[in-house]
């Protein structure tokens, strides 16, 4: 089982729970590997996101895809690069969302549920998702709660 990891962090913190997510899956002895997406620094006279790298998940069994909420909504950059995929049908995606704000109802709900729209239109078979107040005094819970529903949603499909 092939686990792709797309994560979009603009300040770090999404990356942190990836790469501890990583960490647990790889001490799993699952073959996980991850792929930032990278933007160019955008201006006023070029206000859309620019993406410099589009990472090839073509191989992967599962999916994981993490990226923070951006004014109550996805990342403009996985947005984007979401669009630019094509059929994720026979995929399994995993999604993880990042928000300043301390509860899930100040625009990440509804941000994961434009996460999950898209990814479903797109065929995928959303499996797990979580999301991490990055404000609230709980998140080092938060973080491994996540970790570690996600660790046992996979093991089934690890072992099949």
């Known amino acids: 089982m092939n686990i792709a990891i797309v994560v979009y962090s603009q300040t770090g913190h999404t990356r942190e729970v990836v790469e501890s997510l990583a960490e647990k899956l790889h001490n799993e002895n699952r073959a996980v590997s991850v792929h ?3 933007t160019a620094a955008s201006d006023k006279d070029h206000p859309e996101v620019q993406l410099t790298s589009w990472p090839d998940v073509a191989d992967a069994d599962i999916l994981i895809l993490a990226a923070p909420v951006h004014a109550f909504s996805l990342a403009p950059a996985m947005d984007k690069y979401l669009q630019s995929l094509g059929d994720l049908k ?10 300043h704000f301390p509860y899930p109802w100040m625009g990440g709900l509804r941000a994961m549920g434009q996460f999950k729209n898209i990814c479903s239109h797109k065929g995928a078979e959303i499996i797990a998702d979580g999301i991490i107040n990055w404000s609230n005094k709980k998140r ?5 709660a996540l970790i570690e529903k996600f660790s046992q949603v996979l093991e089934p499909l690890h072992n099949a």
């Open 36 to 38: 930032p997406l990278e």
């Open 90 to 99: 026979e995929i399994k995606a995993l999604l993880i969302m990042t928000q």
């Open 140 to 144: 080092p819970e938060q973080i491994r």
